[in-house]
């Protein structure tokens, strides 16, 4: 699959909830004065309901962007809800067969899901253009981004201004993949959940009360998942708080999950619903070395 580059046409879908015209007017500006051209999936502005169209209509503007060779690579313009009504309208022959970049978080990470046990293509967890380039975006986002689509070369995960945690100091090696605990949690069980198999697991969220962060957790764990993978990435978990004062705070529950696990575990990674926001590569291969307390990208 080849990388991003300016000039470059990005095509916008909205795979969930539906879109605000003036803050997607402000994205398209944006990303052309960046230097790339913008191509709208036609359902893009439509609304059915709280969607951006009919589940057939956003399914089909991926399903043309895939396909449309003019596009280089696919960018989603919001998340919300509504990737996962929409899987079993994928055409995965198309996509498997015309690989390119695709981006987006949250929601979308039932479509990275299904991309990489259907398609076996590599997503990137990273901005979208109504969430992060109308209006104020920020530049941080934007180098960070522009940075891991157009590397070839292997590269250290840093985040911006605030420090990376580490559990312990085991090292563990494996393609990255995840996204949001709730969206993957949904799609447990399912023909579009993943292999955890030697994995490093990355999970994010947003507005989950610790409890549910916790029980999340209890059920990737009962599943054997936390012995399966070869390390875990905990990323940004933003409103996630007590919704009591006898809850369990979220760093009680990431302890109470990680301290004894036997694999290694990093938490405070920027990347998720947050700014700045670190673009990450799913099925990229990725070294956790707990020691040198390095996140390491392996090209």
């Known amino acids: 699959m080849k990388r991003l580059k300016v000039g470059d046409t990005i095509g916008l879908v909205s795979p969930a909830s539906s879109v605000n015209k003036d803050k997607l007017k402000s994205a398209i500006e944006n990303l052309e004065k ?18 951006a169209g009919t589940d057939e209509e956003r399914a089909t503007d991926i399903n043309n962007f895939f396909q449309d060779k ?29 690989p390119k970049p695709f981006i987006g978080y949250s929601d979308v990470t039932s479509l990275h899901m299904a991309f990489f046990k259907k398609c076996n293509l590599k997503t990137f967890h990273g901005p ?31 985040n911006f201004y605030e420090k990376i945690y580490f559990y312990n100091t085991l090292k563990g090696r494996g393609q990255l993949v995840g996204g949001n605990l709730a969206v993957l949690v ?16 990355f999970l994010e969220d947003i507005g989950e009360s610790t409890y549910k962060v916790d029980r999340m957790l209890w059920q990737l764990k ?23 004062e006898d809850d369990m705070s979220l760093q009680d529950v990431f302890y109470s999950h990680f301290k004894d696990l036997k694999k290694p575990v990093c938490y405070n990674l920027k ?29």
Do not use: Q
Not at 36 to 51: A, D, H, L, R, T
């Open 186 to 201: 949904s799609n447990l069980g399912t023909e579009f959940d993943l292999e955890y198999d030697n994995k490093i697991l």
């Open 222 to 244: 009962n599943l054997g998942i936390f012995d399966k993978v070869s390390g875990i990435v905990l990323g940004d978990f933003k409103n996630c708080d007590k919704s009591s």
């Open 34 to 51: 960046l230097g790339f051209k913008v191509k709208v999936g036609k359902s893009v502005e439509n609304i059915w309901y709280s969607f």
């Open 271 to 299: 990347s998720g619903h947050c700014t700045p926001m670190l673009t990450l590569e799913f099925g990229e291969i990725l070294e956790i070395d707990g020691e040198k307390e390095e996140i390491i990208v392996i090209k």
């Open 70 to 98: 003019d596009v280089d690579a696919i960018m989603c313009v919001r998340g919300g809800y509504g990737g996962i009504r929409m899987l079993s309208l994928l055409d995965y022959e198309v996509i498997k067969n015309n």
């Open 128 to 158: 979208m253009a109504v969430s992060n380039f109308s209006e104020d975006y920020s530049l941080d986002t934007l180098d960070d981004f522009i940075k891991v689509m157009t590397s070839n070369e292997s590269y250290t995960i840093k």
